[in-house]
């Protein structure tokens, strides 16, 4: 079967952390800012978490970029 291709637009835009959930830039800090009140221009700094429902739908568009489960490893558990 043929690899699946991630689109563009969402690799640019969002990023998966290790937990598995979606990182993206907050709006509104782009352009016309004087026109913002500061409070606004505040919030809009850094990174948020995105929900789970719109969590869902960006990652169809990553299909590589989730997070895999790893198989517990046989040297740290005792016997």
Excluded at 51 to 66: F, L, S
């Amino acid at each position: 079967m043929p690899k699946m291709k991630t689109k563009s637009g969402a690799k640019k835009r969002f990023k998966i952390t290790a937990s598995g959930k979606v990182k993206f830039k907050q709006s509104n800090a782009r352009h016309r800012l004087l026109s913002r009140p500061t409070s606004m221009k505040r919030k809009a700094r850094g990174t948020a978490v995105m929900c789970e429902a719109d969590e869902t739908i960006v990652k169809k568009y990553m299909p590589y970029a989730r997070k895999r489960k790893s198989k517990p490893d046989s040297r740290t558990e005792e016997a």
